[in-house]
């Protein structure tokens, strides 16, 4: 009887270790730079944007084109790095859940920039209406992460 007390109470203990997802903590700042284009490419951060005036269809592909354009880079790019932006405003910021690109990752539409490392490349897929991100370290190697969600309805 104690034994299986025992048992089951091991059990109950080690339960919690299987819902840790280990892959998110691997690659912070590249995490952070996909949050940044799941926060721009959500319906809610669209609607307020520049993308939701321009005409034509609301495709994926689109918001990709969009994103890297000068209107849409003016809109979402905001790095977190010293000297970048005042205490309060930072502050200010980060209170409101934007997220911020970390200054050692790039954000980049495509396909992989040769001269930069760590960087987050943005594509569409307009079959399926996804967005997708791929992240790396070294851009001679495969993404070390790779997510993909839905685009929004307009």
């Known amino acids: 009887m104690k034994a299986s007390y025992g ?3 091991g059990f109950l203990l080690m339960l919690p270790l299987f ?3 280990y892959g998110d ?7 952070k730079a996909e949050n940044v284009v799941r926060y721009v490419s959500s319906k809610r951060q669209l609607k307020r944007s520049s993308f939701h005036a321009i005409s034509g269809e609301k495709k994926p592909s689109r918001f990709v084109q969009w ?3 000068n209107i849409g880079y003016a809109e979402w790019y905001m790095v977190d790095a ?3 932006f005042h ?4 502050k200010m910021i980060k209170k409101s859940g934007i997220p911020l690109i970390p200054p050692d990752v790039a954000i980049v539409a495509n396909k992989p920039n040769p001269e930069r490392n760590k960087q987050v490349v943005v594509k569409a897929d307009n079959t399926k209406n996804k967005i997708l991100v791929e ?3 070294n851009p001679q190697n495969p993404p070390v992460r790779s997510h993909e969600w839905d685009f929004p309805q307009f």
Do not use: C, R
Request: glycine residues 8%; without cysteine; hydrophobic residues 35%.
């Open 67 to 69: 994103m890297f354009s």
């Open 135 to 137: 992240s790396y370290l």
């Open 87 to 90: 205490a309060e405003e930072l």
């Open 25 to 31: 903590s691997e690659y912070p700042s590249l995490q």
């Open 82 to 84: 010293p000297g970048e």
């Open 19 to 21: 819902y840790l997802d």
């Open 7 to 9: 048992i089951g109470l």
